[in-house]
């Protein structure tokens, strides 16, 4: 089990990854700007290639398609799966930039019962 936020972590959710599909079709870079966590801001990037989840690291990746700026307590609760991508867009508890029809592409992939899968999956090998 691996504390959230960690590289450890991103490579343990990389791996749960794995046994996805994928979603044909979808590429997006996504950079994390996770603030206000109790060891201080976080920044991560997920980069998906045809939905499969290809590279998840600590850092800042260079014009991503997307940026997520949540609070810690909001993205604590996303990995949990207490939260939904949608919940997000409809609360506003989680600034969003860039290609907004990517992120609009993203929420209903996000509700598919693999994506589903794939959160509690990670949520059980993660340490919050």
Known sequence: MSKCFTQEWLDDVKRAAESMQ??????????????????????????????????????????????????????????????????IALQGTGKATGDMAKVMA????????EYKQFVANAAEITKF
């Open 106 to 113: 993203f929420i209903p992939l996000s509700e598919s019962p």
């Open 22 to 87: 994928g979603w044909p079709g979808f590429s997006c870079s996504v950079q994390f700007f996770v603030h206000g966590g109790p060891e201080g801001d976080i920044e991560y990037y997920w980069v998906f290639e045809e939905g499969k989840l290809t590279e998840c690291m600590l850092g800042r990746l260079e014009n991503p398609d997307v940026t997520l700026a949540p609070a810690y307590e909001v993205a604590v609760k996303v990995h949990k799966g207490e939260l939904t991508p949608r919940d």
